[in-house]
């Protein structure tokens, strides 16, 4: 079975920030980020993609984004992910 929704996140190359996202297509989504189709994101650009997670209900993937945005989300990417955010030497404080 395909998990149909994808909770993302994007690195900007320009100035290293974070960009959180969801999708059911995550290539399609890259594609349209690095092209300046999104908004939030087209003066960021090349943009990364650094993390994914799948999930079947699309509103456990829009909470999960969602969490990801707080500061308590925020915190866990760093607990989750310290050897990726050191690679691509995101500044952690």
Same mark, same amino acid.
């Given at each position: ?21 969801? &999708?059911?297509n !995550?290539?399609?989504?890259? %594609? ?17 993609? !650094? ?16 969490y990801? %945005?707080? &500061?308590?989300? %925020? ?10 955010? %050191? ?7």
């Amino acid at each position: 079975m395909i998990l149909p929704y994808c909770v993302y996140i994007l690195q900007s190359k320009k100035d290293l920030l974070l960009y959180h996202g969801f &999708t059911t297509n !995550i290539e399609q989504r890259l %594609k349209n980020h690095n092209a300046g189709g999104t908004k939030s994101t087209s003066k960021r650009m090349p943009l990364q993609l !650094i993390f994914c997670e799948y999930y079947l209900s699309r509103k456990d993937a829009m909470r999960r984004e969602k969490y990801f %945005k707080t &500061t308590q989300g %925020k915190r866990m990417l760093k607990l989750m992910l310290p050897n990726t955010l %050191k690679e691509i030497k995101y500044p952690i404080s």
